[in-house]
């Protein structure tokens, strides 16, 4: 196996095993009981008011916001279409085998582990620079075309998501702040753990955009 074929194997690795971490890390969260992070809370909503499933739900939001990129002229990469779909069927396998968490003992222990693994997973996925997801690349987008610092585009989006999720009977609680607090330092801390060298090589998939500016905290 050449360098660049090794180089490409682990980038593709790297990508499928952050989105399905970051599934299981959004089912703990929500096996957790304690609150959601901001576009869990939304999905959970939805879910509540159509009888579908979470994952199934966030695969078609995240297909919904894919739709709302064509506008702002953003390119969608492996990572972005793999994105709507990988996350949500890691969701509804591990709330298939885990049950709910009972008593802030398991609890706390559960909603702790979520976000540490989703810090992990985005890391992962994003350090393998396939493309964002599709909700990171909305915000990029708005970020590249309005002219709004990403700090205030991102915490604009995940107020009004919050907001519309918990008006239709999304989880919000301290899980969503510690998740909130919690996700940029670990996200941070993880892509330079998992970063991957350019090994000479220059993806087509790729979307514009720095990996760092998806995953800035509030």
């Known amino acids: ?55 199934v739900v966030s695969i078609i939001v995240g297909a919904a916001v894919l739709l709302l990129w064509i506008p702002i002229r953003q390119r969608p990469g492996l990572g972005t279409v793999s994105n709507v779909f990988v996350i949500g069927i890691a969701m509804d396998g591990t709330l298939a085998l885990v049950p709910d968490a009972h008593g802030l003992a398991v609890q706390i222990p559960v909603l702790v582990g979520g976000i540490v693994l989703n810090g992990v997973a985005t890391g992962l996925y994003i350090a393998a620079r396939f493309g964002p997801g599709p909700r990171d690349g909305l915000m990029t987008g708005l970020h590249r075309v309005t002219g709004r610092s990403i700090r205030l585009v991102r915490t604009a989006i995940e107020v009004a998501v919050v907001a519309t999720g918990f008006v239709l009977g999304g ?48």
């Open 1 to 55: 196996m050449t360098a660049v074929s090794t180089h490409l194997t682990r980038r593709l690795l790297q990508l499928y095993i952050g989105l399905a971490l970051y599934g299981v890390s959004s089912a703990l969260l929500v096996r957790g009981g304690l609150g959601l992070e901001p576009w869990g809370v939304l999905h959970q909503g939805l879910a509540e008011r159509t009888g579908l499933t979470i994952g």
């Open 171 to 218: 989880t919000v609680g301290v899980g969503t702040v510690a998740y909130a607090l919690a996700i940029g330092p670990l996200a941070q801390l993880f892509l330079r753990v998992f970063a991957i060298s350019d090994q000479g090589t220059v993806s087509t998939v790729v979307a514009a955009g720095t990996p760092e500016q998806a995953i800035l905290p509030k």
